[in-house]
């Protein structure tokens, strides 16, 4: 599932989260996690660890068409 590196990103800065405590928070690995952002791209419950961890709706960091079920 793709994700927006830049809204990750700008919400982790916001809520002053480094990738080791957000790492953390998820319970991952800070080194899986920083591959993880720089591509852009995980599996669906990567990123809804990710946006629970961030405190947001999936649907604000990932990337709509990967949320429609057809």
Same mark, same amino acid.
């Given at each position: 599932m793709k994700f927006n590196i830049f809204k990750t990103k700008k919400l982790m800065a916001e !809520?002053? *989260?480094?990738? !080791?405590? *957000?790492?953390?928070l998820m319970g991952v690995s800070p080194q899986w996690l920083g591959i993880v952002l720089k591509r852009?791209?995980?599996?669906?419950?990567?990123?809804n660890k990710l946006s629970k961890a961030l405190k947001v709706k999936i649907e604000d960091i990932g990337e709509i068409e990967d949320l429609i079920w057809t």
């Open positions: !809520k002053n *989260l480094t990738n !080791k405590k *957000l790492a953390e852009g791209y995980a599996t669906f419950n990567y990123v």
